[in-house]
């Protein structure tokens, strides 16, 4: 069913996907020129846990509810069509999950070699990450918590939701690169561009698979592995640095 601006249900599921695309494009943009002013505010700022794994919840529940409502109020979708629409199907449900590692492999590889080459150049590499930002609000098992399941909702909300309804204005390439750049848009929140930019480069080879598979699980199974990869190498890297100085 098309959208039509008679219809108060269409403009309720309009207005919900206003102030989820405020929460997560306009909200992070604004966050990024503040601390461009006010670069150690994260590090000065006092933030509990509670009230950042609050505010982390909320932003899930969006990426979840905000697709559903809209398939629900707009295209007048049950169950099993959102799912089917959403690609959170369950035919080659193997061969998805095995280009989902694969993809992992690959968004690794390339996000290493880009964050090698930048070093070389001379950036700092605390520039390049946000996991130190993430480390000062929270716990090290709400780390992992909110890195394991966080994926599966931007899934949802971007190679489900976004990918499906730009790929009909635009084809396949077209909505890869819109949703990429969405994805990395999504990520200004800490002030720092090349942490935003890394997601592009995932949000593409996501995008791909997604395509390539015609199963969302493909990209759920790589962005998950990929976060829990990327946290645990970290943490052991932090590991070996500080028995490291201990010793010298």
């Known amino acids: 069913m098309d959208f039509d601006f008679k219809n108060p249900l269409h403009i309720l599921a309009l207005i919900i996907l206003s102030i989820s695309f405020f929460l997560i494009f ?36 969006v990426f979840i509810i905000v697709p559903i409502l809209w398939y629900v109020l707009v295209n007048k979708l049950g169950t099993k069509e959102i799912f089917s629409r959403l690609k959170l ?13 694969l993809a992992a492999i ?40 909110i890195v394991g399941i966080q994926p599966i909702a931007e899934e949802i909300y971007f190679r489900g939701f976004l990918l499906e309804k730009i790929e009909k204005y635009g084809g396949n390439w077209f909505s890869i690169a819109i949703t990429a750049t969405l994805f990395g848009i999504a ?14 480069v995932m949000g593409i080879v996501l995008g791909y698979i997604v395509f390539k598979t015609k199963n969302l699980y493909s990209a759920i199974v790589a962005h998950v592995a990929f976060n829990l990869t990327s946290l645990s190498l970290s943490y052991i890297g932090q590991e070996i640095m500080e028995q490291a100085s201990v010793i010298l």
């Open 26 to 61: 306009v909200l992070p943009i604004m966050t990024f020129f503040v601390l461009q002013d006010m670069p150690n505010y994260l590090e000065e700022v006092d933030i509990s846990e509670i009230v950042a794994l609050q505010s982390q919840i909320i932003i899930i529940a």
């Open 89 to 101: 199907v369950k035919d080659n449900l193997g061969t998805a999950f095995l280009w989902g590692f």
């Open 106 to 145: 690959i968004i690794f590889a390339l996000i290493f070699a880009i964050t090698l080459a930048l070093i070389a150049f001379g950036y700092d590499p605390n520039e390049l990450s946000n996991i130190p930002d993430i480390q000062r609000l929270f716990s090290p098992i709400t780390i992992f918590f």
């Open 187 to 200: 990520h200004f929140s800490y002030g720092k561009i090349f942490p935003a930019m890394m997601p592009i």
